[in-house]
């Protein structure tokens, strides 16, 4: 038996050109899902130019936006914020708020979603700067039960304060 016969067909089987274009065909296939998913490995996150591992300890610091905060909290909220640690259901210390800032607002969204137009000086957007020491769980990062994820729901505890905001910015700090 000749390998190639007389119309070209390998083994008297298959099209040579027809081979040549399959194998093409998949070389960009898997060009392709390199180029997409190559440089990651499981159980890591790219993020700012380094790779975190599952389980790796890293430190972070992220900020918390609470939209519509009412002016009669905001002297408590400056008074007891910066510097606070964060606690846990179990009163396990687990970050610091480092950074308080206050922004008046002429209008905020309800939880229903209406807008809802405000006076001079009745509400305020706040944020809240957190340093968090902790470890990755498998592709995110996690504090206590909450997955510190830019657009997720967190809610901000203290010894003093207990409110909700959503996550606007999450940073590594070392790796």
């Not at 040579?16 to 390199?34: F, G, K, N, P």
């Not at 998913?37 to 380094?50: D, E, I």
């Not at 905020?108 to 000086?121: A, H, I, L, M, S």
């Amino acid at each position: 038996m000749k390998i190639l016969d007389e119309k070209g067909r390998l083994f008297g089987k298959i099209n040579l050109v027809d081979l040549l274009i399959v194998l093409l065909v998949l070389l960009l296939i898997a060009a392709v899902c390199w180029r997409i998913l190559g440089a990651r490995t499981p159980g890591s996150v790219a993020t700012q130019a380094n790779v975190i591992q599952a389980d790796e300890v890293v430190s972070v610091r992220f900020k918390v936006l609470v939209s519509g905060a009412e002016a009669e909290y905001i002297p408590a909220l400056e008074r007891y914020a910066e510097g606070a640690s964060l606690v846990r259901d179990d009163n396990v210390s687990v970050g610091k708020i480092v950074g308080f800032e206050k922004y008046e607002v002429s209008s905020y969204q309800n939880e229903d979603g209406t807008v809802v137009p405000v006076g001079e000086g009745e509400r305020y957007n706040v944020v809240f700067t957190v340093e968090y020491t902790g470890k990755m769980n498998t592709n995110t990062l996690i504090e206590g039960k909450q997955p510190l994820r830019v657009g997720a729901e967190y809610l901000l505890r203290t010894v003093f304060i207990e409110i909700k905001g959503t996550i606007m910015d999450v940073e590594i700090l070392d790796k």
